[in-house]
């Protein structure tokens, strides 16, 4: 080895024992200490085969692992001293006054990732997405990074993530602002990564001067061992070099450019449903629920529920915050909000004296701010009424010449509905004088009918009347009619009208009980059930009279036979 180089070589390493014992290498602390010392371990010879090198090769690799490991501790030393304290080794002191003024020019300039997340409501999905790449490309320099574009649904969210140049952040903030109807939320961050940005530089220059000097030494290498560590350290350092320079871009591209990551929600989907309630009937109170139901991904806000009343309909009351308003003669309802994708329910209660006509009532929603399918805002109602009237008749189903008869007349209102001007009508047959009448009914000599009429018969409601009338005739089969009738259709007029038929009896037979044509289902059950009644009493009576004589007899004659047999 040259004697020029070995002075060179001592002088280097003289600097740096010099910055082991103040202390001051770059990475300060035992690992970093240790994993520069491996590779001088590596290099050094073990056991009895060191004594077999000769002693120049034994001092060349010594002295370029040396080099190596002060190299690239005094660059790093060098790069973070201030210019008097770097140590006076000739090509090493300039490199680091030109590194320690590149780092006090970098520190001035704060580096600051920018970032926004902003929600917005848009009509129409398809277009808003148009419109935004539209506004990037008249941007130098921005562009769309990502598009999540969902369908138009009004539970689904699109993304679109924009990139624009950090100084035109606020500026492309306000117009994706002004894309939507309505502003969502916004959400704006930035992070100062300044002193990450600098000490990525500056690990980054280190590594760089350290890969100089291992070139360095690299081309005065002698043997191939020496060139062998040489080289391994060089793709260390190299790898380190290519991850920093790779961290260092990223920030450089979060720094520069500002990332918006824009959410579109599509407009709400506001809805009204109720049903006719059920059980109603007229002079009753009944109630009248509401749904509300927000389909969307965003609150409604200053939600208003109208509920138009019917006419005849008198308000009772209404769910909080429901308050009646006398002048439109409706319900309505104030909101501060309803939560995206949730409902809720209202309801008024009302008593309904109307004159018959079917009652309809229409209920409407709005909200501040764009909402979809508007004709899904309305909801109506409808309440029909009707009648259905009965009747029913009881009396006897024969009776002899001359005796009164009486009849009981049951009729109902089974509808919701009032029944106005009902007639209820009895028509006589030849043969028998109408006598009296309760419960309002009067004679008509001309039509031969007893007529009861009533202004109204409540719904679900029911009256009975009474008539009496004499047979005139001995013989015969008398038709009597019942009909009930108002002013109005009958939902079922099957059991509008009844029939009922009398036999009329002789006086000689009038004690005696006929059962024929004119008698009614009822007698004919009930005569059935006499006479099975008669039958159970007279088989009871058998049993209980002539058992014991049975036993007595079989006992006898069973006696009579077993004597016989034992004589024979």
């Not at 190299?71 to 008097?84: D, G, I, Q």
């Not at 109720?274 to 927000?294: C, D, F, K, Q, W």
């Not at 409407?364 to 899904?376: K, L, M, Y």
């Not at 000599?445 to 409540?458: D, I, K, N, Y």
Request: hydrophobic share 45%.
């Amino acid at each position: 080895m040259p004697t020029g180089f070995r002075v060179f070589v001592a002088a280097l390493m003289v600097g740096v024992l010099g910055l082991a014992a103040c202390g001051e290498f770059p990475f300060g602390g035992e690992s970093e200490e240790r994993s520069m010392a491996a590779p001088a371990m590596a290099m050094a010879p073990e056991g009895p085969a060191a004594m077999a090198v000769p002693e120049s090769d034994r001092m060349s690799r010594e002295t370029a692992t040396a080099m190596g490991m002060a190299a690239e501790r005094a660059v790093v030393r060098v790069a973070e001293a201030p210019a008097a304290a770097a140590p006076t080794v000739g090509k090493v002191q300039v490199e680091s006054e030109s590194q320690e003024s590149s780092v006090q020019a970098s520190a001035t300039v704060r580096r600051v990732i920018r970032d926004a997340t902003i929600g917005i409501v848009v009509g129409d999905i398809a277009e808003a997405v148009r419109r935004l790449q539209a506004l990037v490309d008249g941007i130098p320099g921005a562009f769309v990074a990502s598009a999540d574009v969902r369908d138009d649904d009004p539970r689904s969210i699109s993304t679109v993530t924009l990139r624009a140049p950090v100084e035109r952040f606020d500026e492309v903030r306000g117009l994706v602002r002004e894309q939507g109807s309505e502003l969502v939320f916004e959400d704006v961050g930035g992070r100062d990564v300044t002193a990450e940005f600098t000490d990525l530089e500056a690990r980054l220059r280190t590594a760089e001067a350290t890969e100089r000097q291992l070139l360095d030494i690299l081309a005065t290498a002698q043997t191939v061992s020496d060139t062998l560590e040489v080289q391994r350290e060089l793709l260390e350092v190299r790898s380190r070099i290519e991850v920093l320079q790779g961290q260092l871009n990223l920030l450089a591209n979060q720094t520069d450019l500002a990332t918006i990551t824009v959410r579109l929600h599509p407009a709400p989907d506001l809805r009204i449903e109720r049903l006719s309630p059920e059980g109603y009937v007229m002079h009753g109170s009944t109630e009248m629920p509401i749904t509300i139901a927000n389909h969307g991904t965003v609150d409604l806000r200053d939600v208003v529920v109208r509920d138009q009343l019917a006419p005849g309909m008198v308000f009772e009351w209404a769910s909080s915050p429901g308050v009646y308003e006398a002048a439109t003669h409706s319900v309505v309802w104030e909101i501060d909000r309803v939560g995206a994708n949730t409902s809720q329910d209202v309801w008024s209660r009302v008593r309904l004296e109307g004159d018959g006509s079917p009652m309809q009532v229409t209920a409407t929603i709005s909200a501040s701010g764009v909402v979809r399918e508007p004709d899904e805002d309305r909801a109506e109602a409808t309440l029909p009424f009707f009648v259905d009237l009965s009747v029913f008749k009881e009396g006897e189903a024969s009776a002899p010449v001359g005796r009164d008869v009486s009849y009981y007349i049951n009729f109902h209102n089974r509808g919701n509905g009032d029944a106005r001007e009902v007639r209820l009508t009895e028509r006589l047959p030849e043969g028998m004088t109408f006598v009296r009448a309760e419960g309002g009914g009067r004679y008509d000599e001309g039509s031969r009918t007893v007529v009861w009429e009533f202004p109204r018969m409540a719904p679900d409601s029911g009256q009975g009347v009474f008539y009496e009338a004499r047979v005139e005739r001995s013989e015969g089969r008398f038709q009597t009619e019942t009909a009930i009738e108002f002013a109005g259709e009958d939902r079922a007029e099957v059991d509008n009208r009844v029939v009922t038929f009398l036999t009329a009896l002789p006086e000689d037979v009038a004690d005696r009980e006929v059962f024929g044509p004119g008698s009614t289902a009822r007698d004919a059950v009930g005569l059935l059930l006499d006479v099975l009644r008669f039958l159970a009493n007279a088989a009871i009576v058998v049993v209980i009279v002539a058992g014991p004589f049975a036993v007595v007899g079989g006992s006898i004659w069973w006696g009579i036979r077993t004597i016989k047999r034992r004589r024979g």
